[in-house]
């Protein structure tokens, strides 16, 4: 009985990387363009991964309907446009320059000039510090002044 399970186990192990593998169409320049099209396509999961590198059963099922698309005969923009009304600009790695997205695009560059308004204005104030010496008070300069004519006799 436990040979039986092991032989079930092994030959488990052996037929579940090819259940895993994913349908291909038959056309190698069509499935090249699934390919290519795959690494436009951000995963919703991984959010830093193409469809085509991540393992997340959602890249998986759009690898899938990316193929089935090509296999109907729709144009890549069209599948582009079926992703994006479906997820939003956000699937696609390069979004479009439009009022929704304008925080992708302009808000790395205004983080930085900001990093670097903000990195001026540190030095700027660290500079003049130094300038700005803090006046004495009666008592320390009177202190001073003793301590220049009479030597440093009161030190302990």
Sequence with gaps: MRRALALLAMLWLAVMPALAQEAQLADPALEQRARDLGRDIRCVVCQSQSVADSDADIAQELRVLIREQIAAGKSDQEIRDYLVARYGDFV????????????????????????AIGVAI??????QEPARARELSADEHSRVERLLHDGPEDRA
């Design 122 to 127: 540190f030095f700027r104030r660290r500079a």
């Design 92 to 115: 696609l790695f390069d979004p479009p320059f439009k009022g929704s997205t304008y925080v992708l695009w302009i808000g790395p560059f205004a983080i930085l000039v900001l990093a």
